[in-house]
C-alpha cells in the first residue's frame, strides 16, 4: 500500500484540478495534451528504456487507434465506447505484423525499421480513400455516459487522465513482476537471458504489442477529444517528439513518461507563445530553440529529468519485504545415463579456417567437481557455449542428461538443468542483485504477462523473490542483496552471478573463471560453497586459471592447449604431466 500512496495522491491532484476556480480553460486543454502524450510515452519507457529498443514509428499506432474509431463511428453509427477494444485490437494485430520483422532487428536496423514502416503508415493514412486522404475524417461523436458527453476539454479531461492513471498502474505491475525482469534483463544483451529460459523474441514482441496498444489506446482518445482526424499528427515528425518525451522525462521509468510529456508539451506551448514576441514575428524559430533547449536540458540531466527530481526528495522507497519462510519447489531433474550427467564426444567447433575446439571429449559425473583448465586461447569458454547452446557443433556431439545434440537453444540446455555464469560479467548494472539474481529461477515461476499486469502473481513473484534471497545469503552477499549490482566489486559480482545461477536449482553448474577478482579469503569461501554443493548432489564444471584453487578443489582436471585436449586425470598427476607443463611454460620439466 505505500507503494501506491504517490499514484493515489498524484490521482486526486488531477481529479481536483478542474474544480480550482482560477484554472484557465486553456491550462485543460494543455493538460489534456499531456495526457495523451503521455500514454504513448508510457510504452516507450517499456520499449526503449527498460527493452532496450529504439522505435520512431510510435505516432503510426496512434492513428491506427484514432482512424479505427473514426471511420467505425461516422461510417457505422457504432458507439464510441464499443469502439474503444477494436481500436486496441488493431493496433496490437498490426503490432504483431511489424513487430515479427521489427525486433528481430539490431543495431541501427532496428531504429531505422521503425522509421521506414512510420513513412509507410502516414502514407498509406494520406492516400487511402475511406480514410479521407489527407482531409481526414470530420464529425467524430464525442464520448458520452448517459447524457453527459465529453465536448468540452475539462469533461474529457476525466476520461484521459484516469487512462493515464491507469495505463501507469498496470505498467508498473508489469515492470514488478518475472515478465519485467525479463523485459530489463535483454537490455543488455540477450546472451545471459536465454542462458536462464528467457525467449528474447517473444518478450520483445510482448513489449512491442503492449507499446503499440497504449499508442492506440491515445490515438482513440485523441479522436473523441479533437473530433476530427487527418494524417498529420501520426508522421515521422510526431514519431521522433514521442520520443524525444520518453528520453527527456526518464526512458526506463513509468512516471518519466507523464513528467517528459508535461515538460515538452508546456515548452512547446510557451515558445510557440514569446519567441513571435521577441523577435517580432521574424521566421519560425520555435523548432530551433526547442531542439537547443532539449538537448541542455539532457546535458544537464543525461538519464532524464525524473531520476534528478527523484534524488532530490527527502524520502526514499524501502526495500521489498521477503518471506523467507516461502519455498519454490525443486525443478524435475533428468536423470544421469551411467552416472554421467554430461558427455562431450568428440567436439569440434571451426570459425571459418580456425579450430577453436578440435575433436575435445570428456564428462562430468554426479557428485562431482571437474575443471577445465588450459592457456589463454585453448577454447576453455568456446567449450562452455557449446554445452550451453550459445554455439553450435560443427562436428560430434553433446549429451546433458542421456539427450544427444549438436546444436540446440540455450533455453532447451537450461530445462535439461544446466546453469553458468560468464566469463565476463554480465549482470544488469541498474537491477538490484536480488532482481538480477531472480532472474535465475525464471524457469521456476510460472505468472504471464496479463496476470503481471492485473497483480494476479503476487504469490508465485513472493516465492521467486524469498529463493533469490536464499541464494544471495548462500553465498555470502546478504547485506548487498538491495544494492544495484553496478555499484558491487568486480569479485562481488562473480559471486552474485553463481547466486543467479544457483538459483536456477540445477544439476549442472558452469562456471566460467569464477575466481577471477576475488582476495584470497573470497576463494577459500568460494571453494568451500563448491564442496557443499557438490556434497549436496551437484555437479560443477568450472574453467578457472588459478592453478592453487583449481588442484585443491578439483575431482578431475581436463587439460586443453590450442583447442585440443593433452590431458585428463587427478590433480596430482595433472601437476607432474610434462605435456601439460609444456604447454603452460613453453618447454620441457
Request: hydrophobic letters at 50%.
Amino acid at each position: 500500500m505505500a507503494q501506491r500512496l504517490p499514484l493515489i495522491l498524484f490521482a486526486l491532484v488531477m481529479a481536483a484540478i478542474p474544480f480550482i476556480p482560477t484554472m484557465p480553460p486553456f491550462w485543460i486543454v494543455l493538460l489534456d495534451n499531456i495526457g495523451l502524450s503521455a500514454l504513448v510515452a508510457m510504452g516507450l519507457v517499456l520499449l526503449t528504456g527498460v527493452g532496450g529498443l529504439t522505435s520512431f514509428g510510435q505516432a503510426a499506432f496512434c492513428g491506427f487507434g484514432a482512424y479505427t474509431t473514426a471511420v467505425l463511428t461516422t461510417a457505422y453509427g457504432l458507439s464510441p465506447w464499443l469502439t474503444l477494444p477494436l481500436s486496441l485490437v488493431v493496433s496490437g494485430v498490426f503490432a504483431v505484423a511489424l513487430g515479427l520483422i521489427t525486433v528481430r532487428l539490431s543495431g541501427h536496423y532496428l531504429p531505422l525499421g521503425t522509421i521506414a514502416w512510420g513513412l509507410g503508415l502516414f502514407y498509406l493514412f494520406s492516400k487511402l480513400e475511406f480514410l479521407g486522404r489527407n482531409d481526414g475524417i470530420s464529425a467524430i461523436p464525442p464520448l458520452a455516459i448517459g447524457p453527459l458527453k465529453m465536448i468540452d476539454p475539462d469533461t474529457i479531461y476525466f476520461a484521459i487522465w484516469t487512462a493515464v492513471i491507469l495505463c501507469a498502474l498496470l505498467t508498473m505491475n508489469l515492470l514488478d513482476s518475472r515478465t519485467g525482469r525479463a523485459i530489463r534483463a535483454l537490455r543488455r544483451g540477450h546472451v545471459a537471458a536465454e542462458a536462464f529460459g528467457i525467449q528474447p523474441p517473444r518478450t520483445k514482441l510482448l513489449v512491442f504489442i503492449y507499446a503499440a496498444v497504449l499508442a492506440g489506446l491515445s490515438g482513440w482518445l485523441y479522436a473523441h477529444f479533437q473530433r476530427a482526424v487527418n494524417p498529420t499528427p501520426f508522421g515521422a515528425q510526431a514519431g521522433i517528439e514521442y520520443l524525444f518525451v520518453a528520453v527527456v522525462g526518464g526512458a526506463g521509468y513509468v512516471w518519466g513518461g507523464v513528467l517528459g510529456a508535461a515538460i515538452v508539451v508546456v515548452l512547446k506551448e510557451v515558445l510557440q507563445d514569446y519567441l513571435p514576441v521577441l523577435f517580432h514575428g521574424e521566421g519560425q524559430l520555435e523548432t530551433i530553440v526547442f531542439g537547443m533547449m532539449l538537448v541542455a536540458l539532457l546535458q544537464l540531466a543525461p538519464n532524464g529529468v525524473w531520476p534528478w527530481l527523484v534524488r532530490l526528495l527527502p524520502f526514499k522507497p524501502g526495500p521489498k519485504a521477503i518471506d523467507p519462510s516461502l519455498v519454490l519447489p525443486p525443478r524435475r531433474k533428468p536423470a544421469a545415463i551411467d552416472d554421467s550427467l554430461l558427455i562431450v564426444d568428440h567436439a569440434r567447433k571451426e570459425f571459418g579456417g580456425v579450430i577453436a575446439v578440435n575433436d575435445v571429449s570428456f564428462d562430468v559425473g554426479t557428485r562431482e567437481i571437474v575443471a577445465l583448465i588450459g592457456p589463454n586461447g585453448a577454447g576453455k569458454s568456446t567449450t562452455f557455449n557449446l554445452i550451453t547452446g550459445m554455439l553450435s557443433l560443427s562436428a560430434g556431439t553433446i549429451s546433458v542428461s542421456g539427450k544427444v545434440f549438436k546444436s540446440a537453444k540455450p533455453q532447451d540446455i537450461t530445462k535439461l538443468g544446466v546453469s553458468r555464469t560468464f566469463q565476463h560479467v554480465k549482470l544488469v548494472a541498474d537491477m538490484t542483485v536480488l532482481e538480477n539474481v531472480a532472474i535465475g529461477a525464471h524457469l521456476r515461476g510460472h505468472a504471464g504477462a496479463i496476470k503481471s499486469l492485473l497483480r494476479l502473481d503476487r504469490s508465485d513473484e513472493a516465492r521467486l523473490l524469498a529463493e533469490a534471497m536464499r541464494q544471495i545469503e548462500r553465498v555470502g552477499l546478504a547485506d548487498q542483496a538491495h544494492m544495484l549490482a553496478g555499484n558491487l566489486s568486480l569479485g562481488q559480482q562473480r559471486i552474485v552471478e553463481i547466486a543467479r545461477a544457483l538459483c536456477a536449482d540445477p544439476a549442472l553448474l558452469l562456471l566460467d573463471e569464477p575466481a577471477a577478482g576475488l582476495r584470497h579469503m573470497e576463494k577459500q569461501q568460494l571453494a568451500s560453497l563448491l564442496r557443499s554443493l557438490r556434497d549436496g548432489g551437484m555437479s560443477v564444471l568450472l574453467v578457472e586459471h588459478d592453478m592453487g584453487f583449481v588442484m585443491g578443489l578439483a575431482d578431475r582436471v581436463v587439460v586443453l592447449d590450442f583447442g585440443t585436449r593433452i590431458a585428463e586425470g587427478r590433480p596430482d598427476a595433472i601437476k607432474a604431466n610434462p605435456d601439460v607443463i609444456r604447454a603452460y611454460l613453453g618447454g620441457a620439466p
